[in-house]
């Protein structure tokens, strides 16, 4: 388990240095950490018979947080309390200023 969560905070961090690197572009950067969702996945064990699970999230209410952060900007979706995605607008970075380009006056540098 602490590989796995190790490499969730990993990702996170990249993810968080991306947005960073490339807000002057205007490519999105957005983080999705989904809970458990009901997929019915888990009912269909490869063999043997697949373990008891809690209830999972809803999967269209899942799709729907992804849609509503893409449309908003938002830079993460995650688990809330009850289970239901959750959509967070974190603390924007202002975009660097980029120095403007000397004036030509015609005359050579000094």
């Known amino acids: 388990m602490a590989d796995y969560s190790a490499s969730k905070a990993a990702l996170s961090a990249w ?15 957005l983080d999705v950490r989904f809970g458990y969702l009901d997929t019915e996945f888990a009912d269909r064990a490869v063999e043997g018979i697949a373990p008891p699970l809690p209830a ?13 952060a893409l449309e908003s900007g938002a830079e993460l979706v995650r688990p809330g309390p009850d289970g239901r995605s959750v959509v967070h607008q974190r603390a924007r ?14 005359r050579s540098p000094p």
């Open 15 to 29: 993810l968080d240095a991306v947005r960073l690197e490339t807000r002057t572009v205007g490519v999105q950067v």
């Open 56 to 68: 999972g999230g809803d999967v269209n209410q899942a799709v729907r947080a992804v849609a509503d």
């Open 93 to 106: 970075y202002p975009a660097p200023v980029r120095p403007s380009a000397p004036e030509d006056t015609g």
